[in-house]
């Protein structure tokens, strides 16, 4: 009688270890497969980020009450906007138009532009060229 209950609990244990090698296998599937996917995703949403910084330069290059020369860099959709405003007595505070600040201009034609999530800044403002 032992010897029918020793084969049905090695069957038993076959049985799982069939079972959980079935699982490592699917497993290592489904992690190759992500794995491979990384890349792809990475390469998109660094497509997008570029996408995205073009069209914020162009629209900032093209909006009459902003000055030039800007740098602008995307994160995930995060607009950063850099640079040194010079407005000779506004203190690169004021829109030559004196309808808003340079940074309240600025940030609505950034966040105009499709694909941005937020805007932040970093700006310096002088009455005179350096």
Not at 87 to 113: D, K, N, Y
Request: glycine share 8%; with cysteine; hydrophobic share 45%.
């Amino acid at each position: 009688m032992n010897h029918p209950v020793t084969v049905r609990a090695i069957t038993l244990l076959f049985s799982c270890l069939i079972f959980l090698a079935s699982c490592d296998s699917v497993l290592t599937e489904e992690t190759s497969s992500a794995e491979r996917a990384l890349p792809e995703i990475l390469s998109s949403s660094f497509a997008i980020d570029a996408q995205i910084k073009s069209q914020v330069e162009s629209a900032i290059a093209n909006a009459d009450d902003l000055p030039a020369g800007f740098t602008v860099e995307v994160n995930e959709g995060m607009v950063l906007i850099k640079g040194s405003v010079v407005c000779e007595g506004c203190g690169g505070l004021r829109t030559p138009g004196h309808v808003g600040t340079i940074q309240q201009s600025l940030g609505a034609v950034v966040r105009a532009v499709p694909g941005v999530m937020s805007v932040e800044f970093s700006l310096s403002y002088s009455d005179q060229a350096i």
